[in-house]
């Protein structure tokens, strides 16, 4: 991270603020708007997109985040244009081994959630061996979503839980919360603090439904390409100034 940047974050969140997020989790929207505002094809926008992810892993490093969650690839991003599919695998398959060298350096591990079976199998092999190689890393937990969908990850864990209670490995009256929530492709991950939306819509299009029960969400009116450490440190400001109480009456 430059000087530049760096000040530009400090400036961004007071020290006196205090509370930073332990997880993170970003939906990454707008790379097509922002190629279209430029005259430039969406696939240029998913590039500059990828220059955001760089700039928000070392936000995110900065100011000591533990874990990172970026939803990357919709399960409803298959129907789009065959030919957008095409360049976001690229991309994707190009990021993959372009980065992992740094990523390692940094400390930082990476997980991927969801459905990527779905993608071809020289992607899920980078992916899995991506995996591997950064298991040990314990600085940054970096999760990419990809081919992820909150309702489907649901409905896969509770056929998960009916196959396991009608085999008597469960018993129905132990499926707690808990329980189910190991039965997620979040498993062994803490629920997000903050979740933030970029590019000024207001949902969170099917994402972390389960873990996002208690989560601060925060909505931005920048695209995902313009995202940065000032960004990133805004979003976490604004958390910091709440006051959290998980459903309990204010004191």
Do not use: C
Not at 91 to 120: C, D, M, N, Q, T
Not at 163 to 168: D, H, L, S, T, Y
Not at 184 to 202: N, Y
Not at 222 to 241: K, M, N, R, T
């Amino acid at each position: 991270m430059s000087a530049t940047t760096k000040t530009a974050a400090r400036k961004a969140l007071p020290a006196e603020l205090g509370t930073v997020p332990a997880h993170v989790a970003i939906i990454m929207d707008g790379n097509g708007r922002w190629a279209a505002s430029r005259g430039l094809p969406r696939i240029a926008g998913h590039r500059a997109g990828a220059m955001a992810v760089r700039r928000t892993i070392e936000a995110a490093l900065h100011h000591g985040v533990a874990w990172l969650t970026l939803y990357a690839f919709s399960s409803e991003n298959w129907r789009r244009p065959a030919g957008e599919v095409n360049d976001l695998t690229t991309l994707l398959r190009h990021y993959v081994k372009s980065e992992i060298a740094e990523l390692a350096a940094h400390g930082v591990r990476l997980r991927v959630i969801g459905e990527a079976a779905r993608f071809p199998d020289d992607i899920q092999a980078s992916l899995g061996a991506a995996e591997r190689a950064t298991r040990a890393n314990a600085r940054l937990n970096l999760t990419i979503a990809l081919s992820y969908g909150g309702r489907a990850e649901i409905v896969a864990a509770a056929r998960r839980a009916a196959a396991a209670i009608a085999a008597g490995e469960i018993d129905p009256a132990a499926l707690d919360e808990a329980a189910f929530g190991r039965l997620l492709f979040t498993d062994g991950m803490p629920d997000p603090d903050l979740i933030i939306r970029t590019s000024g819509e207001q949902r969170l299009s099917n994402f972390l439904l389960w873990q996002a029960a208690y989560a601060e969400l925060v909505f931005l009116n920048v695209l995902w390409p313009d995202f940065g450490a000032v960004q990133f440190a805004e979003a976490l400001a604004d958390y910091a100034s709440r006051e959290r109480r998980f459903g309990a009456r204010p004191g």
